[in-house]
Protein backbone atom coordinates (compact mmCIF):
# COMPACT_ATOMS: atom_id res chain seq x y z
CA UNK A 1 0.00 0.00 0.00
CA UNK A 2 0.99 3.31 -1.07
CA UNK A 3 -0.16 6.41 -0.27
CA UNK A 4 1.14 10.16 -1.62
CA UNK A 5 -0.01 13.36 -0.42
CA UNK A 6 -0.11 16.77 -2.38
CA UNK A 7 -0.99 19.92 -2.07
CA UNK A 8 0.70 21.24 0.61
CA UNK A 9 1.88 25.00 0.14
CA UNK A 10 2.76 28.42 1.93
CA UNK A 11 -0.29 30.88 2.55
CA UNK A 12 -1.06 33.67 4.59
CA UNK A 13 -3.70 33.63 7.75
CA UNK A 14 -7.44 33.39 6.15
CA UNK A 15 -6.19 31.39 3.29
CA UNK A 16 -7.14 28.42 1.90
CA UNK A 17 -5.25 24.99 0.81
CA UNK A 18 -6.59 21.59 -0.72
CA UNK A 19 -4.39 18.60 0.09
CA UNK A 20 -4.61 15.49 -1.58
CA UNK A 21 -3.96 11.81 -1.16
CA UNK A 22 -3.69 9.05 -3.91
CA UNK A 23 -3.90 5.65 -2.71
CA UNK A 24 -2.47 2.62 -4.35
CA UNK A 25 -2.24 -1.22 -3.99
CA UNK A 26 -5.38 -0.62 -1.48
CA UNK A 27 -8.36 -3.03 -2.59
CA UNK A 28 -10.61 -2.98 0.53
CA UNK A 29 -14.36 -2.31 0.40
CA UNK A 30 -14.36 -1.32 4.45
CA UNK A 31 -11.61 1.25 4.97
CA UNK A 32 -11.20 4.70 7.11
CA UNK A 33 -8.67 7.36 5.62
CA UNK A 34 -7.48 9.98 7.96
CA UNK A 35 -5.28 13.27 7.82
CA UNK A 36 -2.99 13.95 11.39
CA UNK A 37 -0.41 16.56 11.23
CA UNK A 38 2.66 17.23 13.15
CA UNK A 39 3.77 20.91 14.16
CA UNK A 40 7.69 21.40 14.89
CA UNK A 41 8.18 20.55 18.63
CA UNK A 42 4.80 19.02 18.90
CA UNK A 43 3.18 15.39 19.08
CA UNK A 44 1.37 14.26 16.31
CA UNK A 45 -2.13 14.81 16.65
CA UNK A 46 -4.93 13.70 14.48
CA UNK A 47 -7.06 16.03 12.16
CA UNK A 48 -9.93 14.53 10.30
CA UNK A 49 -10.68 11.10 9.43
CA UNK A 50 -13.34 9.66 6.75
CA UNK A 51 -14.68 5.76 6.48
CA UNK A 52 -16.06 3.68 3.39
CA UNK A 53 -19.39 4.46 4.56
CA UNK A 54 -19.00 8.18 4.80
CA UNK A 55 -19.08 8.62 8.78
CA UNK A 56 -16.88 11.57 9.65
CA UNK A 57 -14.73 12.51 12.46
CA UNK A 58 -12.85 16.10 13.42
CA UNK A 59 -10.79 17.52 15.72
CA UNK A 60 -12.40 20.35 17.38
CA UNK A 61 -9.33 22.26 16.06
CA UNK A 62 -10.16 22.22 12.45
CA UNK A 63 -14.12 21.84 13.56
CA UNK A 64 -15.77 23.70 10.86
CA UNK A 65 -12.64 25.12 8.57
CA UNK A 66 -11.56 21.75 7.58
CA UNK A 67 -13.61 19.49 5.48
CA UNK A 68 -12.43 15.80 4.71
CA UNK A 69 -13.70 13.99 1.70
CA UNK A 70 -12.92 11.29 -0.08
CA UNK A 71 -13.08 9.66 -4.33
CA UNK A 72 -13.22 6.81 -6.86
CA UNK A 73 -13.96 4.52 -4.19
CA UNK A 74 -11.66 5.36 -1.52
CA UNK A 75 -8.44 5.70 -3.46
CA UNK A 76 -8.14 9.56 -3.23
CA UNK A 77 -8.56 11.71 -0.36
CA UNK A 78 -8.96 14.75 0.36
CA UNK A 79 -8.83 17.90 2.79
CA UNK A 80 -10.33 21.22 2.05
CA UNK A 81 -8.69 24.11 4.78
CA UNK A 82 -10.07 26.88 4.85
CA UNK A 83 -9.69 30.09 7.44
CA UNK A 84 -6.02 28.57 8.14
CA UNK A 85 -4.30 30.28 10.96
CA UNK A 86 -0.26 30.06 11.96
CA UNK A 87 -1.12 27.41 14.43
CA UNK A 88 -2.23 24.96 11.57
CA UNK A 89 1.69 25.12 10.28
CA UNK A 90 2.58 21.51 10.15
CA UNK A 91 3.62 18.22 7.94
CA UNK A 92 0.23 16.95 7.17
CA UNK A 93 0.17 12.78 7.08
CA UNK A 94 -2.48 10.94 5.03
CA UNK A 95 -2.97 8.01 6.78
CA UNK A 96 -5.53 4.69 5.76
CA UNK A 97 -6.51 1.08 7.13
CA UNK A 98 -8.57 -1.86 6.29
CA UNK A 99 -11.17 -0.93 9.01
CA UNK A 100 -14.27 1.91 10.09
CA UNK A 101 -12.81 4.75 11.66
CA UNK A 102 -11.89 4.45 15.45
CA UNK A 103 -11.80 7.91 16.79
CA UNK A 104 -8.17 8.58 15.12
CA UNK A 105 -6.59 4.96 16.41
CA UNK A 106 -4.38 2.86 15.03
CA UNK A 107 -4.04 3.02 11.23
CA UNK A 108 -1.60 0.87 9.96
CA UNK A 109 -0.42 2.38 6.57
CA UNK A 110 0.57 6.28 6.21
CA UNK A 111 1.96 8.58 3.85
CA UNK A 112 5.35 10.67 3.32
CA UNK A 113 3.53 13.68 4.50
CA UNK A 114 3.37 17.25 2.74
CA UNK A 115 4.29 20.51 4.43
CA UNK A 116 1.97 23.74 5.11
CA UNK A 117 2.96 26.78 6.10
CA UNK A 118 0.72 29.50 7.45
CA UNK A 119 2.62 33.13 8.10
CA UNK A 120 0.17 36.05 9.45
Known amino acids: VQLVESGGGSVQAGGSLRLSCVAS????????MGWFRRAPGKEREPVAE???????NYADSVQGRFTISKANAGNTLYLQMNNLQPEDTAMYYC???????????????WGQGTQVTVSS
Open 95 to 109: AADHKYCEGFADFRY
Open 50 to 56: IDSDGAM
Open 25 to 32: GYPSSTYC
